[in-house]
């Protein structure tokens, strides 16, 4: 049986995914990027195939993506992650939901990326000028209220009142603005509440720039905080479709592409 690797690395995180010779998820790995992006990705790597029981011969193809792809040798190839993220997503949502509109949170930028009806891209869409709407954000935030982020979502629907606005769109000014709160007793669950309408806020207007279609996906690490969920599905008044493993979207993307490669280059 020969396997095709894809390994998203990311700023924060690298997440790998491996698919067999049926473009079926064999599995998959998430561990911290760390300051030596191509030393951790070799590493997780060679853990994920031994976890699998994969010998290394029978890895056939390889496609790098992300922040650091072009850092790791070994892959036969690297492609943009708004590629592999399209096409991740549509092998994750197959025969669930018929995708339009792809919505990403990675650690340190977003992305609204569109697609037509066969799923390629026809524009996207990113912010990577300011932490404010990213998961490194919610990871702050979850530092200074003094909890966990993977409890932000449980805080955000225990909150009784109006989420208050946090108005700055730097994250430094507004985690300024969180502490400001906090300093007047306002209460940490309307404070997340607050700040998952904040991110919300930001992300809708990310997407008008594509264009809102039916069809809404979204991955990433925040995909998983079902409060932040919720804030996006009620600013845009539509449902969204969360995948399974929301943060290996892209790692599924470029393993797919890998073997599509494979097949082209040895027919």
């Given at each position: 049986?020969?396997?095709?690797?894809?390994?998203?690395?990311?700023?924060?995180?690298?997440?790998?995914?491996?698919?067999?010779?049926?473009?079926?998820?064999?599995?998959?790995?998430i561990s911290a990027s760390?300051?030596?992006?191509?030393?951790?990705?070799?590493?997780?790597?060679?853990?994920?195939?031994?976890?699998?029981?994969?010998?290394?011969?029978?890895?056939?193809?390889?496609?790098?993506?992300?922040?650091?792809?072009?850092?790791?040798?070994?892959?036969?190839?690297?492609?943009?992650?708004?590629?592999?993220?399209?096409?991740?997503?549509?092998?994750?949502?197959?025969?669930?939901?018929?995708?339009?509109?792809?919505?990403?949170?990675?650690?340190?930028?977003?992305?609204?990326?569109?697609?037509?009806?066969?799923?390629?891209?026809?524009?996207?869409?990113?912010?990577?000028?300011?932490?404010?709407?990213?998961?490194?954000?919610?990871?702050?935030?979850?530092?200074?209220?003094?909890?966990?982020?993977?409890?932000?979502?449980?805080?955000?629907?225990?909150?009784?009142?109006?989420?208050?606005?946090?108005?700055?769109?730097?994250?430094?000014?507004?985690?300024?603005?969180?502490?400001g709160l906090l300093g007047?007793?306002?209460?940490?669950?309307?404070?997340?509440?607050?700040?998952?309408?904040?991110?919300?806020?930001?992300?809708?207007?990310?997407?008008?720039?594509?264009?809102?279609?039916?069809?809404?996906?979204?991955?990433?690490?925040?995909?998983?905080?079902?409060?932040?969920?919720?804030?996006?599905?009620?600013?845009?008044?539509?449902?969204?479709?969360?995948?399974?493993?929301?943060?290996?979207?892209?790692?599924?993307?470029?393993?797919?592409?890998?073997?599509?490669?494979?097949?082209?280059?040895?027919?």
């Amino acid at each position: 049986m020969h396997y095709f690797a894809g390994i998203d690395i990311g700023s924060t995180a690298i997440k790998i995914a491996i698919v067999d010779e049926n473009k079926k998820l064999a599995g998959h790995k998430i561990s911290a990027s760390g300051s030596m992006f191509y030393k951790y990705a070799k590493q997780a790597l060679k853990e994920l195939l031994n976890e699998l029981g994969i010998d290394e011969k029978d890895l056939v193809y390889t496609v790098a993506t992300g922040y650091g792809r072009k850092l790791f040798k070994e892959a036969d190839e690297n492609i943009s992650e708004i590629t592999a993220n399209a096409m991740g997503a549509m092998a994750a949502a197959e025969g669930k939901c018929d995708i339009k509109t792809i919505i990403n949170i990675g650690g340190q930028d977003s992305k609204a990326i569109s697609l037509d009806d066969q799923g390629n891209v026809v524009n996207f869409a990113m912010n990577d000028r300011c932490a404010a709407g990213t998961g490194k954000f919610l990871d702050v935030v979850a530092m200074n209220l003094e909890i966990e982020v993977d409890e932000l979502g449980e805080y955000h629907f225990r909150s009784k009142g109006t989420p208050l606005s946090i108005n700055s769109t730097c994250a430094v000014f507004a985690e300024s603005e969180i502490i400001g709160l906090l300093g007047n007793n306002n209460s940490v669950e309307d404070i997340v509440a607050g700040v998952h309408y904040s991110i919300a806020k930001r992300i809708i207007k990310l997407v008008k720039r594509v264009g809102i279609k039916e069809g809404i996906y979204f991955d990433g690490g925040p995909a998983l905080n079902s409060g932040l969920v919720s804030a996006i599905e009620n600013e845009l008044g539509k449902e969204i479709f969360i995948p399974e493993f929301p943060q290996i979207t892209t790692s599924l993307g470029a393993a797919i592409l890998a073997h599509e490669s494979y097949g082209y280059e040895n027919k």
